[in-house]
């Protein structure tokens, strides 16, 4: 099974860094990524860095 080593940084509407989970290897495919449960409602964005890519997701998070 083919793994990447990939860095995963959540940052918040301003562009200010919230949460690094540092550079790790990941497996080819889906993958679940604990996240701390204490961020705030609102929205994200998860970039997602490896070597050869940048890929940048939404998140909203809604809490009551």
Not at 25 to 45: D, H, M, Q, T
């Amino acid at each position: 099974e083919k793994e990447t080593e990939a860095e995963i940084i959540f940052t918040d509407a301003m562009g200010r860094t919230i949460l690094s989970l540092g550079k790790n290897k990941y497996p080819a495919g889906e993958n679940l990524i604990p996240v701390e449960n204490n961020l705030r409602s609102g929205i994200y964005f998860v970039q997602i860095r490896t070597k050869n890519s940048l890929q940048t997701r939404c998140l909203s998070v809604m809490k009551d």
